[in-house]
């Protein structure tokens, strides 16, 4: 059974380690840890906010490029203070790419 991983800040990583996940990491001293949960085999899910996706494009992109299979998926979620305002949704672009059309 694969983990999911989770990346955020004090208040969301709080909030999922009280949902039993273990492997959380506050987004402060993330950056060099979103590359090791990306090649770790055990993990199959990394959440991480919104602020850390667009402080971390270009590194969240080439892991994406790089993987090998479908796992690690990385997910953007909104943080305790909510979504951010977004020209595309990550999640459509997710499902678009996944299914290959897009849902409404």
Same mark, same amino acid.
């Given at each position: 059974m694969m983990e999911i991983a989770a990346i955020g800040n004090l &208040?969301?990583?709080t909030g999922f380690r009280l949902a039993g996940i273990r492997r959380v990491y506050l987004e402060d001293d993330a950056k060099n840890s979103?590359? &090791?949960l990306a090649n770790d085999e055990e993990i199959g899910i990394i959440l991480i906010t919104e602020k850390f996706a667009d402080k971390n494009k270009d590194q969240i992109e080439n892991l994406n490029k790089r993987k090998k299979g479908t796992a690690p998926i990385i997910v953007e979620i909104p943080d305790n203070t909510g979504?951010? /305002?977004r020209e595309s949704d990550p999640i459509? /672009?997710?499902m678009r790419k996944a299914v290959g059309v897009e849902i409404e």
């Open positions: &208040d969301t990583i979103l590359k &090791d979504p951010m /305002e459509k /672009e997710l």
